[in-house]
């Protein structure tokens, strides 16, 4: 009997030790396995942005086919693909926003945002008897959004669409349930046209909705919008395009109402850009400009020689880069992304240029 | 769990026990054949190495079913401590009011679980109250009435199937199907027919739960004793009166440990819930608006939780759920044991 005491003993403290040791594991876990990045011969890793993912398969397939060159794209979401940039795991992260404080203060050394696509959201609803395409002001946009506007008939909306006849129908506001770059560029924007807005909600890829049901992607807002009567709300520009969704036209800064498109994205785009492109798309000077687009970012880190990465990988990731924002930029419109505008391709190969290795520029 | 730790000692304890005795048996059977003969037989030295053999056998048996037991433990508390662990920010800057605060503000850095906790305990209590109906009619059913046959083992095969399809397909189904017939329902009893909400999700946890209580409830109304039945046979009593005062009375606690079960699989549940609870943080005002649960909002905002606080909240939340899960099923347990004794 004692013998078997001491025994469960022994088991019982071996098993504490066997916590313990999963535990300092699962810790470290969080500084980050450096090593996946430095391999040679394997090929480029990448993680981020969801939305870039179906033109960056187009790109990088082409790019092995032409340079040899694979590169392993995760696309597990804007958010993840920074703290993996963060923690050195990838070679490169893409985002649809431009990095906030605190994730720029998480950072070890500074990291260039490139603009690599641009895309848009437009605003679809569900309004079986209305056969002409909706106008829609940033007021209205906000009031609908925040729950100010309860029915289609409301004097506001009609005031902008003064030849619809508008029904008497419940307005049904349908949103992104899941963190997503596309909530955050429609939440930017209606930050920027409306003080309420702003005030109330705020912008982030997840915020806290005054009202309305939420689905989870495009096609989880797509189906509530298809499904339920007098619903409204947002999704890219590419779903909408390739599933044939009504959309509704929005008023620019300059006052003109503009049909979401591949062109009025890139002619959104089209401003003088700050010298780090960081900047947010939405509601433009440009006058046939949609207002809200948003460009799409590869995030890199400005010295190349981190991790005993050699100087072949860092020269070939910045050939990948440069390729994608010239040559590659010819895939997008197939897919349904926005080219970007001339000024953005002069920004980001300026910006492209900044980057190091060991202190000396790379191209 | 330590119920299970503490069994796997007793039972090791005696199996412990019996490997002695029986080495003792073999080790005084060799002495008493070595007084009598002086010379060992090659036939007795190999019985004697088989027995060693054997004892070793039992050993290394015995410590392998030991190692997968602790195993088990061991990732259940590592589990736990590494939620504690990354949650720790999420504390320190909320504190204990994450509990019952009403708002969930990624952009401002508030949280409060609230609406989220109060969405999982409605949807799933809701769900297992649709679902108990049914589930104890189809154990009663296939149990007692039915228990053998093509048409039993057709609908019980069908009743295990609904455990096996993908939550997706059933949010696939509750959006296309359920949906619209909740919309169409809503806007008959005049309340806002917008057909996502709490009740969607109940209906359709309500069918993903109920093979859980079916089929163990089945098996222990097959496991009364017939004698006990049979007495109340022959004592007149209808076959209703025997399910209600003998097969009924005497399954409950494997009844219920059904239920427990269905419940544990409805608090959990994700995805099709998330796919039609209409996912919005404010608090529902009644079962037909929309809500959130726990598990949906983890899976919703997970990926994009791009705030070291909001991350840590998002985990906190999977905490709170581990606990509700672990304080539920205890609760049960307790409930069983009352059930048993009595």
Same mark, same amino acid.
């Given at each position: ?363 | ?218 098996? @222990? &109304?097959?496991?009364?004793? !017939? ?5 109340? *046979?022959?004592? /007149?009593? +209808?076959?209703?009166? =025997? #399910? ?30 998330? @796919? &039609?609870?209409?996912?919005? !943080? ?5 079962? *037909?608006?929309? /809500?959130? +649960?726990?598990?949906? =909002? #983890? ?30 099923? @205890? &609760? ?11």
């Amino acid at each position: 009997m004692k013998r078997t005491f001491l025994k469960t003993k022994a088991i019982l403290s071996s098993a504490a030790l066997l916590v313990a040791l999963g535990f300092s594991a699962c810790n470290s876990g969080n500084t980050g396995d450096a090593n996946s990045a430095k391999s040679e011969d394997n090929a480029m890793i990448g993680a981020g942005s969801s939305f870039d993912n179906p033109l960056f398969s187009k790109q990088f397939a082409e790019y092995a086919t032409t340079n040899g060159l694979k590169v392993n794209y995760q696309s597990v979401g804007s958010g993840a693909g920074i703290s993996q940039l963060t923690n050195k795991t990838v070679d490169f992260g893409a985002s649809d926003a431009p990095m906030n404080g605190k994730q720029d203060s998480a950072l070890t050394a500074p990291v260039l945002h490139i603009p690599v696509t641009a895309g848009a959201v437009v605003v679809s609803y569900n309004l079986p008897d209305v056969k002409d395409t909706l106008k829609l002001t940033p007021a209205v946009l906000a009031d609908l959004f925040l729950g100010n506007i309860k029915k289609w008939n409301d004097a506001k909306i009609a005031a902008v669409n003064p030849n619809v006849k508008l029904p008497d129908v419940a307005v049904v506001i349908a949103h992104r349930s899941d963190g997503s770059g596309t909530s955050n560029i429609f939440t930017t924007y209606l930050s920027k046209v409306s003080t309420d807005w702003d005030s109330k909600v705020g912008k982030g890829s997840s915020v806290n909705w005054p009202v309305g049901l939420g689905g989870k992607g495009n096609e989880g807002v797509a189906g509530l919008i298809k499904q339920t009567p007098g619903a409204i709300g947002y999704v890219e520009l590419a779903y909408a395009v390739q599933n044939g969704m009504a959309y509704a036209q929005v008023q620019n800064k300059a006052g003109n109402f503009i049909t979401p498109s591949i062109a009025s994205v890139t002619a959104a785009a089209n401003i003088t850009l700050p010298p780090d492109s960081k900047v947010s798309l939405t509601n433009t000077e440009a006058a046939d400009g949609y207002p809200i687009s948003g460009f799409s970012w590869v995030l890199i880190y400005k010295e190349q020689k981190y991790n005993n990465r050699s100087q072949e990988r860092a020269t070939q990731l910045l050939k990948l880069l440069s390729w994608m924002i010239t040559d590659g930029q010819k895939f997008s419109g197939a897919l349904n992304y926005a080219p970007l505008s001339p000024a953005a391709t002069t920004t980001a190969q300026a910006i492209l240029k900044t980057a190091t290795y060991d202190g000396k520029p790379i191209l | 769990m330590d119920s299970l730790f503490f069994k796997l000692t007793v039972k090791i304890t005696i199996m412990d026990a019996s490997v002695n005795k029986i080495a003792l048996e073999n080790n005084h059977a060799d002495h008493a054949s070595a007084g009598t003969i002086p010379e060992i037989g090659a036939k007795a030295k190999a019985r004697i190495k088989r027995s060693y053999r054997q004892i070793k056998m039992e050993q290394v048996f015995k410590r392998t079913l030991v190692l997968m037991g602790l195993i088990m433990v061991i990732l259940v508390l590592g589990i736990f401590l590494t939620l504690i662990v990354q949650s720790i920010p999420s504390i320190k800057a909320i504190g204990i009011k994450y509990l019952w605060s009403k708002t969930w503000d990624p952009v401002q850095d508030v949280y409060g679980a609230f609406p989220f906790l109060l969405g999982t305990l409605l949807t799933s209590f809701l769900a297992l109250a649709i679902s108990i109906p049914f589930s104890i009619a189809i154990a009663v059913y296939l149990g007692e009435y039915y228990p053998k046959g093509w048409l039993s083992n057709f609908l019980k095969n069908t009743v295990e199937l609904i455990a096996a399809v993908p939550s997706v397909i059933y949010g696939f189904w509750g959006l296309a199907v359920l949906v619209p017939l909740v919309r169409s329902f809503e806007s008959k009893i005049g309340v806002e027919p917008i057909g996502v909400g709490i009740f969607s999700a109940s209906l359709i946890l309500s069918i993903m739960i109920i093979p859980y209580a079916a089929s163990l409830g089945r098996s @222990m &109304i097959q496991m009364v004793p !017939s004698p006990l039945k049979e007495g109340a *046979f022959s004592l /007149g009593a +209808t076959r209703w009166e =025997v #399910i209600k005062s003998v097969v009924l009375p005497y399954t409950r606690s494997g009844l219920f440990a059904g239920i427990l079960l269905s419940l544990g699989r409805a608090l959990g549940e994700t995805m099709a819930v998330t @796919m &039609i609870i209409g996912n919005t !943080s404010l608090i529902p005002k009644n079962i *037909f608006a929309p /809500g959130n +649960t726990m598990a949906s =909002v #983890i899976a919703n905002e997970f990926t994009e939780a791009d705030k070291p606080v909001y991350l840590s909240a998002l985990i906190e939340l999977g905490l709170v759920l581990f606990v509700v899960t672990v304080v539920i099923n @205890m &609760i049960g347990k307790k409930v069983i044991s009352r059930f048993t004794n009595a």
